[in-house]
């Protein structure tokens, strides 16, 4: 039996765990698959010690990932400078970023949402915005916008995207005169504490999609606000964590899973049992 884990911090309440074990069994494959708490200090011993043959790779972490692959990453990986999935071989880590992916398809296929010609707004620049920037530039959206409390952060995410027409970075008190977008997605883990940033409500519009990558008690101050902005739709995290779960097992495995029987169990489950990944 092949050994598997999703390495971050905080990491006790990760949903993974539970998603994969649904993934395996639905493809008849003996595997484990734990949850493993380590912090920038600690990851790379860790991982090191782990044993395991594959790792999904979380907050705050998915930079680092990157690093200890030492340049052997995919070409989406490479463009977004960081790691979601590990995969060990005779010659060490190999790393692939599958976010962008699984946030696409879960706004394109799960929610029916047309991504072309959309105005963006990416809040934060850290690895979860990294890893969904250039999936979103590749969808077709017409311009993506980035904010952040630091601005160098931005600009670094938006010159790595190779998209000089359409990716912009922004800073945070320049939100106030960037008018309305069509799709708004929260990166950042500000509201992991309960509290969002002040956002100006003209950002959003009876047309506008509001999107936070966390999911569960972590994406609830910025969904309410979205609502309270009076946005179209508003949509937590957890079809994208399922969706960049399948694809990082279909690299493990060399099979995709079926998602929608998982996504179906775990929305059905208490938010109470339910926090950002």
Known sequence: MKHYAVFGSPIAHSQSPRIHAAFAKQAGIAMDYVAIEADLDHFAGALAASGVAGANITLPLKEAAFALCNGRVSAR?????????????????????????????????????????????????????????????????????????????????VDASGEPDRAHARAWDALP????????????????GGSLPALPMALAGPRSTAVDLSYGEAAVPFLAWA???????????????????????????????????????????????????
Do not use: K
Request: charged content about 25%.
């Open 77 to 157: 990986a490479q463009r977004a400078g960081a790691v979601n999935t590990l995969l060990r071989d005779a010659h060490g880590w190999r790393g692939d970023n599958t976010d962008g992916l699984g946030l696409v398809r879960d706004l394109t296929e799960r929610h029916g949402l047309d991504l072309r010609q959309r105005r963006v707004l990416l809040l934060g620049a850290g690895g979860a915005a990294r890893g969904v920037a250039p999936a979103l530039l590749d969808a077709g959206i017409h311009s993506l916008y980035v904010v952040n409390r630091s601005p160098a952060r931005a600009e670094a995410l």
């Open 227 to 277: 609502r309270a902005a009076g946005c179209q739709h508003a949509i937590d995290g957890l079809g994208m964590l399922v969706e960049q779960a399948a694809e990082s097992f279909a690299l493990w495995h060399g099979q995709r899973p079926e998602t929608d029987a998982v996504f179906a169990d775990l929305s059905g489950r208490s938010d109470a049992l339910r926090t950002a990944d």
């Open 177 to 192: 005169t960037m008018g309305e977008f069509d799709l708004l997605i929260n990166a950042t883990s500000a509201s992991r």
